[in-house]
């Protein structure tokens, strides 16, 4: 099956400071890629549809200002979270789907945690 | 997108099938039915998926029923590596497979 890669696959930042993630489809052009949350015992939640050339849609109560998404070519999108709280600690994960299939591949995910 | 309802855990002895159900009764003609699952700690992997006719693949079978409004994953032989979180979800053909999770079934395969 397709390839979806997330880099990397966990990172500690303080509190205060940014944290970039990168989601690359690796074998195939992705128009658009999903952005996921998961808490501890969760299941995952829809945070945003990144739009390759275009502004990212975020979900009802996802801050936009605060989870910025660039979708600058059709295999890399990337999802800064600014001035990360320990709150943001979370699994994140991205999703992709190549325009000739009808499944989508999941990254294998980041674990963010913000001390 | 529809919603599902599934079992919120089931158990299975390894070597023996397991047949995961999910409900979704408001099932639109245009939507396909998915699963996933996650292992711990790990992003969600395809297994399967259909619209309307029953499929199978190396890893499982998905059974729909006639009236769409529910469907069964089978594991035609459960190991414990397929332990996980098995997800269905329902989502419409032309959305790039933006997905709205439920809450999943843990599957627990024992010795």
């Known amino acids: 099956g397709a390839v979806v890669s997330q880099h990397p696959s966990w990172v500690i930042c303080k509190s205060g400071t940014s944290v970039k993630i990168e989601c690359r489809s690796l074998?195939?052009?992705?128009?658009?890629m999903f952005w996921y949350r998961q808490f501890p015992k969760q299941s995952l939640m829809l945070m945003a549809t990144s739009n390759e050339g275009s502004k990212a849609t975020y979900e009802q109560g996802v801050e936009k200002d605060k989870f910025l998404i660039n979708h600058a070519s059709l295999t890399l999108s990337t999802l800064t979270v600014t001035s990360a709280h320990p709150e943001d600690s979370s699994f994140y994960i991205c999703s992709a789907r190549d325009v000739g299939r009808t499944e989508a591949f999941f990254g294998q995910g980041t674990r963010l945690t913000v001390v | 997108d529809a919603k599902t309802t599934q079992p919120p855990s089931m158990d299975c002895a390894e070597g023996r099938a397991a047949n995961l159900p999910c409900n979704h009764s408001?099932?639109?003609?245009?939507?396909?039915v998915y699963w996933y699952r996650q292992i711990h700690s790990q992003g969600p992997q395809y297994i399967i998926h259909?619209?309307?006719n029953n499929e199978t693949n190396e890893m499982a079978s998905l059974i729909i029923t006639e009236d769409r409004k529910s469907s069964t994953l089978i594991l035609p032989h459960a190991t414990l590596r397929d332990t996980a979180v098995y997800y269905c979800i329902v989502s419409y053909i032309y959305n790039f497979n933006k997905f709205y999770f439920g809450s999943g079934t843990k599957l627990n395969v024992k010795p």
């Open positions: 408001t099932i639109s003609g245009n939507e396909y």
């Open positions: 259909g619209l309307k």
């Open positions: 074998d195939f052009q992705a128009t658009t």
